[in-house]
């Protein structure tokens, strides 16, 4: 096996260990290559310096939110009770700041919490209900041209795999083709729902890339 | 080594496992059959739920005289109910998000399950004020909907403030337990192997995959909803305590109150999860993932939470005899010396005797101790509230006093709030991971990816750590 057959749009290999996978995955940074990833059944601390991955903006989107959360909320209260509908409650002022403090301070925190649980799923472009990479790197049905040992792959459970899987299922490896296929209904549905997604960048100058990466780690067999 | 190194060389789970060794013990009880125990349990719970559904529903039609609640007791069971279920759901929030900021890394083989108790907990809670408005079909009121009478909701009356507190806490707690499960759920979807399980787990995982471009924002995400839920610990009881406090009426109006209550809510939390945790821990045999440390911290947390709540009850008492108010201090004689003094002196002997057993670490390491003594802080922490709010039936004039006592329909829906919360946390232990698979693994040795493998690589990121 010394090139992967034109059909194919990326590319796995597997590592036994989270350290191995972070060298890995600093070799591939070193080496000027981008469209990677690197799958974990949990986060792996330093991964994202090791991948060379800025930080993510998701903080700064829920302080933006949370800020226009609680004017917004504390302007609403303040015009429902001081000016729509004021309120005389034993003669004190209508707008006291104090007693608005816990309702403003509750929809901010929800707010936030929206935003962070959306603003996560939304960057991390979930709900998606199909990748080609759960067939072969969560699933104990490993395609016979990814690069790994059977044996060793679910033990460690983490492997490199090419972004372009997700872009490109249309041309995927014939073994894992074959799964896709399989896979009724959510490979459906997600064409379906998401029309745009199946048609990526075209994979051909990727492809070498993914070669090269591999040989960088020294895991294809030439 | 430095205490940070030490930290993180501890070994929290037993039986040095492998990845995979956790994600079948785990994953097992999710997929094996349903056994007897389970059926026969979840039948007694949702038998009680029945009685919680009947119950309301009599209640709806008949209106809540029938409940024991009377001048001068306007509040009864309802609110002792209510402030006992959401502080039990305290304990949940704190471990999974005060613990998480802490970088307490004993906390992943509880977190998960006391989340989901925070939740079921709180489930509970929000039924007893929904349903003591009377009117239940007009609950939207409290919330700031335009309506055909132009008017709005008062922002400055306590119970508003619940509404929006625990409102809140509730919809926080959910989405923080949603975000935990999300890669425990791609992990079940991809073992499924029937048809339902592969649409409804995949549904739920939402297509996750575990790259580490998902981990970074995932991991950001966990972080800030810790963050955001670690006020909410202190702020939700606080503003439960301010239902009582913003009354000027004696024991209630003081300023102890908001540490008191979320000190005595954190206690019979973590109580609540003892009880919970020993039972599961026994049933699916997880000895070696919840060991005797985690255990132990625990009892631990419940001696300290128990030590803050016996300081207030001793404060309280001291400030009634200081401040030289009458009504005060008369209030304070009546809990401990009046009609409802076996309550008072229940909570007393629950709550701040029985807890002085986890000084010694025989007791605090022992199972049958730590089981009798978290159903005992449970049942203190209830009177607890009983006592707080009922002994209020003597006030200012002699000529008012009341005496409080609940009736049938009082009874049955308590029975029946613990008939919902057994009934969920059954369905949640069947079908959902109890145990975080991902937090675990994480917190196992080889997780560590500078610790484990050889020599450290400097090509990683820069130099030794």
């Known amino acids: ?71 917004g909320i504390s302007l609403m209260m303040w015009w429902m009770s001081a000016v729509d509908y004021p309120l005389v409650i034993s003669g004190k002022p209508y707008f006291s700041f104090l007693a608005y403090v816990p309702p403003a301070f509750a929809i901010t925190i929800l707010s936030s919490a929206l935003t962070a649980l959306f603003g996560m799923l939304i960057l991390n472009r979930l709900p998606q209900l199909f990748h080609p990479g759960f067939l072969s790197v969560w699933q104990h049905r490993i395609p016979s041209l990814t690069l790994m040992q059977p044996g060793s792959f679910w033990r460690a459970s983490v492997a490199v795999i090419s972004r372009w899987w997700r872009q490109n299922e249309q041309s995927g490896i014939t073994e894992t083709r074959r799964q896709v296929n399989d896979c009724h209904f959510c490979g459906r549905l997600d064409r379906w729902l998401f029309p745009g997604r199946a048609q990526g960048t075209a994979a051909d100058s990727s492809q070498s890339e993914y070669v090269q990466a591999a040989k960088v780690q020294g895991t294809i067999a030439e | 080594l430095s205490v940070d190194a030490k930290v993180h060389k501890e070994i ?67 609110i002792v109910n209510f402030v006992f279920w959401v502080g039990i759901g305290h304990a949940g929030t704190l471990i999974s998000a005060i613990l998480f900021l802490f970088r307490q890394r004993w906390r992943t083989s509880i977190n998960r399950f006391a989340e989901a108790m925070t939740i079921f ?44 507190a625990v409102g809140t806490y509730f919809a926080c707690s959910l989405m923080f337990w949603y975000v935990g499960l999300i890669p425990d759920l791609a992990t079940l979807r991809d073992r499924a192997k029937n048809r339902v399980r592969k649409i409804l787990y ?43 406090a913003t009354s000027v009426l004696p024991g209630w109006h003081t300023t102890i109150f908001p540490p008191y209550f979320v000190a005595g809510a954190i206690f019979s939390g973590f109580a609540m999860v003892m009880t919970l945790i020993l039972i599961a821990r026994r049933v699916h045999h997880l000895e070696e993932i919840i060991t005797m440390k985690h255990l132990e911290r625990m009892n631990i947390v419940m001696l300290v939470t128990g030590m803050m709540v016996g300081y207030s009850y001793g404060t309280e008492f001291f400030i009634a005899w200081y401040s030289g108010n ?24 629950c709550n701040v005797v029985v807890p002085q057993l986890f000084w010694f670490k025989r007791f605090r390491t022992s199972i049958p101790v730590m089981f009798v003594v978290s159903i005992l802080i449970n049942v203190g922490m209830w009177f607890e509230r009983f006592v707080i709010i009922l002994t209020l039936t003597r ?11 609940p009736t049938k329909w009082d009874f049955a829906i308590l029975i029946g709030s613990f008939g919902l919360f057994f009934t969920l946390f059954l369905l949640f232990i069947r079908f959902l991971p109890m145990i975080s698979m991902a937090e675990v693994k994480n917190v196992l040795p080889q997780a560590d990816p500078h610790q484990h493998d050889g020599p450290r690589q400097t090509a990683i990121g820069g130099g030794s750590v």
């Open chain 2, 395 to 405: 006030d200012f004039l002699p000529s008012s006093w009341g005496w409080y006592w």
């Open chain 1, 1 to 71: 096996m010394s090139q992967l057959s034109s059909k194919a749009t990326g590319m796995l290999a597997a590592f036994e260990s989270p350290a191995a996978l972070m060298r890995a995955a600093a070799k591939m940074r070193d080496g000027g290559y981008t469209h990677f990833d690197c799958h974990s059944p949990f986060p792996i601390h330093g991964m994202d310096r090791a991948m060379g991955l800025k930080r993510s903006p998701l903080g700064f989107i829920v302080g933006a939110v949370a800020f226009c959360a609680l004017t």
């Open chain 2, 202 to 244: 995949g549904a739920f995982a939402l297509g996750w995959h575990g790259g580490n471009r998902q981990w970074k924002h995932y991991e950001l995400a966990y972080l800030i909803l810790a963050g955001i839920s670690t006020p909410l610990v202190l702020s939700v009881h606080s503003i439960v305590s301010t239902d009582f």
């Open chain 2, 121 to 164: 907990a709180v489930m509970c809670a929000l039924i007893f004020p929904s349903i003591h408005v009377g009117r239940a079909w007009l609950l939207q009121w409290v919330m700031p909907i335009p309506n055909q009478m132009g008017m709005w909701p008062n922002f400055r009356s306590p119970l508003l403030w619940d509404a929006f």
């Open chain 2, 12 to 78: 929290l789970i037993a039986g040095n496992p492998q990845f995979s060794t956790i994600t079948e013990k785990i994953s097992r009880i999710v997929e094996s059959k349903t056994t007897r125990v389970w059926l026969l349990m979840f039948g007694a719970a949702v038998s009680l739920l029945l009685i919680l559904l009947g119950s309301i529903g009599y209640l709806l039609w008949e209106g809540i005289g029938i409940w024991g609640n009377n001048v001068p007791s306007g509040w009864g069971f309802d």
């Open chain 2, 326 to 349: 009458p009504y005060e201090s008369f209030a304070f004689l009546n809990r401990a010396f009046g009609p409802y003094w076996w309550a008072y002196w229940t909570m007393i002997t």
